[in-house]
DNA sequence: TTTATTATGTACTTTAAAGTACAGAATGTG
DNA sequence: CACATTCTGTACTTTAAAGTACATAATAAA
């Protein structure tokens, strides 16, 4: 009954996150958005609000990328100590070299210092929590793998922390065989 | 023999470390720090150059001061265990609670993909480098207090991911008790 | 006291990017 | 076909912030 749509939303969603991701929030115009895309300003607003409204999609899009795929590793059967190292070697592209250079785009935007939009607080807050939770749940069920007095809540976080710090310090495009060296120590905490 | 300078640059350096801590380099106008240091945009530019070397002046001297505290810290005597935990410790202020909100003012540098000069760069990687090479050195020169394969290269690595890991996740605001904890558990790999 | 020199403050230009007005195009329906 | 409806593209307005021109003020030296 009226005009379609010209382009798929999720394509621009998909384009907008890797330019997000490269260059940030703040020195990717939408602009550049209409270039890459070949949506015209116009239909973007139409299409998801305002250059925030559009950046909070993406970014929903990402972290939703990252817990489907951290709930289909920590889900397998094995070891909890196998598993949840085969979850933090899968970073390793992400952690190192080349590609590690953009980081995270969630740690990015947390550590923006000019986004400090409440909306985005929250779905960074909320992703954060999932991850954390999902960590946190793998290490209670299989809490019998581990020593006496383990305590699997604290060690949950604490593989927080490092995954953080892996993603934080990606920028500097540390070699992989580091960032693996890392992972297999933090790992020795798992036992 | 010329019109003497009437404010200190060093003052000038301080508030603008300060407001770029707060809400980032992009979000921090030039006349954001005029109103706040009462010294005009011209005589800003005479004294630092543009806003980018500013900056740069600005990330240097931040780094100069943790490092110079880390020297200190790092240089006492003891057990380097105890050494190395007391100066993560003294992170926790930073790290948690409403002040933590801030982050590290050069890992959200690092971070912040619309600052991709080189020099930046360059000053971000050498603050590493060294801070790196203080927890190394520590760890080489006490190695006989620890465990027989004991690896000092990695293990300062990993307390540095685990340093970048809790300014990352400050933003968040967390405990302080739990920050605490994560500290004591991966203390617990320097045995 | 005059002068050379550098700092300051006002007010300007420039630029880049967010956001929008509006005319026209593309569809489904009667 | 004609119409209601929504989308699209061009071109505009607005705003915020970087950077600067210029007249003036403050100092040290001669």
Redesign the interface.
């Known amino acids: 009954m009226a005009r379609p749509r010209s382009f798929d939303p999720d394509d621009v969603l998909e384009i907008a996150r890797q330019m997000f991701?490269?260059?940030?929030f703040?020195?990717t115009s939408l602009d550049d958005i209409t270039a890459a895309s070949g949506v015209a300003k116009p239909s973007l607003y139409a299409a998801f609000g305002d250059k925030n409204a559009l950046f909070l999609k993406v970014l929903d899009r990402y972290h939703d990328g990252i817990l489907g795929w951290a709930e289909r590793v920590l889900a397998q059967p094995g070891p909890a100590r196998d598993i949840i190292r085969q979850w933090l070697i899968g970073f390793i592209p992400y952690c190192s070299g080349e590609k590690g250079q953009?980081?995270c785009l969630s740690?990015?935007s947390?550590?923006?210092?000019?986004l400090d939009q409440v909306e985005l607080r929250k779905s960074?807050?909320r992703y954060?929590r999932r991850l954390e939770e999902l960590l946190r749940t793998r290490l209670r069920t299989d809490r019998a793998q581990f020593r006496k007095g383990f305590?699997p809540d604290?060690?949950a976080?604490?593989i927080?922390?490092?995954?953080?710090?892996?993603?934080?310090?990606a920028?500097?495009r540390p070699d992989s065989k580091?960032v693996k060296?890392?992972i297999d120590?933090?790992m020795?905490?798992l036992a």
């Open positions: 991701w490269q260059k940030g703040q020195a953009r980081g740690i990015n947390a550590t923006d210092g000019s960074i807050e954060n305590d604290i060690t976080h604490t927080m922390v490092v995954h953080a710090g892996l993603l934080a310090l920028h500097q580091q060296a890392v120590q933090v020795s905490l």
